[in-house]
């Protein structure tokens, strides 16, 4: 298994859509999970950390299911503004690093 | 909000000329790193840095790449010899000493 794996997308989804985003990871003794989000050749910024089974923020929600090595983000009532790549984001075996995955692309229409 | 500051925002070099890619990390945090990223590919993570030592680096941080901390302040990523793959965004990121990383804007390099 790769150290994190990502949907490839891209998700084309209309203004108040619901649409969950999946990641999986292979270090089993990672603690804490991040979701970032990155618009066209900017920098990632920090959406949702991630330290136990879950959190929730508005709209977002991140998921953690420890035993199938599994995350996932949920955004409800999709804006326009929400358009950009969500990257998962865990620690690598030695905890020295954040290991990116992929991204998936979101595309919200009006 | 403190903020990971970077220098230049762009630079143009060719192929074989050094480069210093500067950036200030976040004034207490201790943890600083570089990542990279070629236009529509995935952040690579190149290196880690702590306690003025690297920490991890990946395998695309070979010889040609460096990290220093002159002073308190600046973290700096050297390429020796730039090559046309080279060309990418490059961000810096730091931490206090646990996660979130927090990025600077990035430098875009563009190796011809």
């Known amino acids: 298994r790769k150290e994190v794996e990502q949907d490839p997308g891209p998700f084309n989804v209309p203004e108040g859509a619901t649409v969950a985003f999946n990641c999986t990871y292979s270090n089993s003794a990672s603690q804490s999970f991040f979701w970032y989000r990155q618009d066209c050749r900017k920098e990632p910024k920090l959406l949702m950390s991630v330290y136990s089974s879950g959190n929730e923020d508005g709209r977002f929600t991140a998921q953690l299911n420890r035993a199938s090595q599994y995350i996932s983000l949920l955004i409800r009532d999709s804006k326009l503004s929400d358009s950009a790549t969500y990257l998962c984001v865990v620690p690598n075996q030695a905890g020295t690093a954040l290991i990116f995955g992929k991204g998936t692309t979101l595309s919200v229409s009006s | 909000e403190p903020e990971v500051t970077q220098t230049p925002s762009h630079q143009v070099t060719q192929m074989g000329q050094e480069v210093i890619l500067r950036c200030v990390p976040i004034s207490n945090h201790l943890y600083f790193y570089w990542y990279r990223q070629i236009l529509g590919q995935k952040v690579e993570f190149l290196v880690s840095?702590?306690?003025?030592?690297?920490?991890?680096k990946s395998e695309i941080f070979d010889d040609q790449f460096s990290v220093e901390r002159p002073d308190g302040s600046n973290f700096t990523l050297k390429i020796r010899s730039t090559k046309l793959e080279d060309s990418a965004m490059y961000f810096c990121?730091?931490?206090?000493?646990?996660?979130?990383?927090?990025f600077g804007n990035g430098t875009r390099l563009t190796v011809t």
């Open positions: 840095f702590y306690n003025n030592e690297i920490s991890e």
């Open positions: 990121a730091s931490m206090v000493g646990l996660p979130p990383l927090h």
